[in-house]
């Protein structure tokens, strides 16, 4: 007698593809090597042959604030060269062509801008992102950088952020500071921004404050944050109730939620 | 005035010894560049995964109310150096370069004082 061996069915899995790749679009267009400008909801990547020269986003302090906040550069010295081109990198290309930038410094700063505003570009979004092919963006004298090396740097901060204090509610509310002082030291990078927790400013407005990269100060204050010196204020907008869960037909994994039901509520 | 590439390179080449070398940011743990390794010795996690290190050594400063900074930490490993050199940059962004060093062929004192001067010339 033979017996007749039907496979089980499939267990339902969740796709792996969604949570590897941040944006499905934004492979694609680094294997097909295109030129142009990925607008998405957090951000704005340029790419040029597939790899990405720029990133711009609203949450993120520019290459302007980064250089001139410090004094790697004179502020008049960059709306001059700002003036004259039409873009912030034509401007610091062009710096570094008159020598008023030193180009370890020029580098630096571009890269820590990129993937800075390349870290909020590629956050999670509600809607899908556009892709515009365009000339513009070129490989130019500043380092550009692969997709995937962005996108690997990407998850590993949010890897580090969710380490450091699991709660991302600090990364976009208003701050305030703790009412129980807490006693555990602060150090004196920390104590810039704990300086500037005010109630009104964010993670991202103490960053531009402070002319550093938005994506420190999300360190920072989650590090604040799990040592009891800052709360995010009392959110003031509801959040919108999550959608209900989609009726289940299949009597199989019905049976096994009531289970669950039925354990969780033991 | 060196870009980074030729910083790191010179650091790989002129010093005696180094078989790695890496310029890391040590907030976020990423190594802007680096140069070097091999496949068992992956640059950009040795790179996160000694910003912990300067971390703890800050936060133990810190708490000691120790006011001065700190120039270089050495990691000294049975055949191993690994050089930390902390960068006084105008940008003040905190970073640091890491240098790897073969402890048979590597002269210490002088790798230290390369470092130094490669620091000055990359001028961040």
New interface residues.
């Given amino acids: 007698m033979t017996a007749l061996r039907t496979p089980p069915p499939p267990l339902p899995v969740r796709d792996k593809a969604v949570t590897r790749a941040l944006s499905p679009m934004l492979t694609r267009l680094a294997e097909e090597r295109a030129t142009g400008v990925l607008l998405r909801e957090h951000g704005t990547l340029y790419l040029a042959e597939g790899r990405v020269v720029h990133a711009e986003s609203a949450f993120a302090p520019g290459l302007d604030v980064l250089l001139t906040a410090h004094g790697t550069l004179a502020g008049a010295a960059w709306q001059r060269a700002v003036a004259d081109t039409p873009g912030p990198l034509q401007a610091a290309e062009l710096l570094l062509d008159l020598g008023r930038l030193p180009a370890g410094a020029l580098e630096l700063c571009h890269l820590d801008a990129l993937y800075d505003a390349g870290y909020f570009a590629l956050a999670p979004s509600s809607s899908p992102g556009r892709f515009r092919y365009d000339n513009t963006p070129r490989l130019g004298p500043l380092p550009s950088v692969p997709v995937v090396a962005l996108e690997r740097e990407t998850l590993r901060r949010r890897l580090l952020l969710h380490r450091l204090w699991p709660d991302p509610a600090t990364d976009s509310a208003p701050l305030v500071r703790a009412e129980q002082r807490s006693a555990s030291p602060v150090t004196p990078r920390q104590r810039a921004v704990l300086d500037r927790v005010d109630g009104v400013r964010t993670a991202a407005g103490i960053a531009r404050n402070l002319g550093r990269q938005a994506f420190h100060t999300l360190v920072d204050v989650r590090r604040l944050a799990a040592a009891g010196h800052v709360v995010p204020a009392a959110q003031v907008f509801a959040h919108p109730a999550p959608p209900p869960p989609p009726p289940v037909t299949d009597p199989d994994i019905a049976l096994l939620k009531r289970l669950r039901d039925a354990l969780e509520a033991l | ?4 590439e030729t ?1 790191l390179k010179e650091a790989l080449t002129s010093i005696e010894g180094a078989t790695g070398v890496a ?1 890391v ?1 040590y ?4 190594a ?1 560049g680096t140069m070097g390794g091999s496949k068992t010795f992956d640059l950009n996690v040795a790179a ?1 995964g000694n910003t912990d290190v300067i971390r703890a050594k ?2 133990t400063m ?2 000691l109310g120790l006011k001065g900074d700190i120039e270089d930490v050495l990691i000294t490993l049975s055949d191993q150096y690994h050089l930390i050199r902390l960068l006084k ?7 640091f370069l890491y240098l790897v060093l073969d402890a048979a062929r590597a002269n210490l004192a002088m790798a230290r004082h390369q470092l130094k001067r490669i620091e000055a010339e ?3």
């Avoid at chain 2, 907030?27 to 990423?30: I, N």
């Avoid at chain 2, 940059?89 to 970073?95: A, D, Q, T």
Wanted: proline share 0%; no cysteine; glycine share 14%.
């Fill in positions: 005035m060196a870009n980074t910083a310029l940011d907030t976020s743990g990423m802007l996160a800050m936060r810190e708490m940059s105008r940008g003040g962004n905190g970073l990359l001028e961040v």
